[in-house]
């Protein structure tokens, strides 16, 4: 049966011996290599905890990036990575319930899982307004690029719009007052925007 176990260590400093002109990587090595012979010799005192399985790394659990819980099975997408605290991964699912967990209790999702059935829009009386409130998926239209977006709308002004990818690399759009009439709730609305605008360029030209 295959478990997790993570250690979590205090901050270690060390003492290198460096020389002029080593660039910060060499010694940053030098100091790697350091740390290796004190946790040898000497083990700090450290937390721990057991996971069943394994646990998803830590370049994989960013804004953008699709997942899914272990307790239940529900997919959803992360919105915000808060380290530090208790439940520092947050998570839409099913375009209006957020959940707050630790690491050890989500999964990366299959590639083949579609992202578009992740795309919910936002609720009814949303829309009536205008506006978009608290944290919702949609579509941005880029030029003619139609992306899958995630954002976190709790404040006013500038408000980042995540793109939703397998491979996220927590690439996002700032949304300001008028490039936020370019995100959609639905992937039609988005292609029909996209392509009206396709339509001007070429009649321009």
Known sequence: MKKTLTFHLPAISVEINGSEGQTQDELRKLGEEAVIKQLTKYFP??????????????????????????SSGEVGIIYEVKPGT?????????????????????????????????????????????????????YFVNGKDVIPVVLNARGRGKMKAYKIDHESKRSYYHLTVSNILRLFDTKLEAEDYASMLQNRLFITF
């Open 45 to 70: 005192r450290y937390q721990w905890s057991m996971t069943e399985g394994t646990v998803i790394k830590d370049e994989d659990v960013v804004c953008g990036r699709p997942v899914k819980l272990k």
């Open 86 to 138: 208790k439940y520092p991964v947050r998570i839409l699912i099913n375009g209006e319930k957020e959940i707050q967990c630790t690491q050890a209790a989500i999964d990366k999702v299959s590639k083949k899982a579609s992202i578009d059935k992740l795309i919910k829009g936002r609720q009814e009386w949303e829309k009536s307004t205008g506006e978009w409130l608290g944290v919702r998926t949609g």
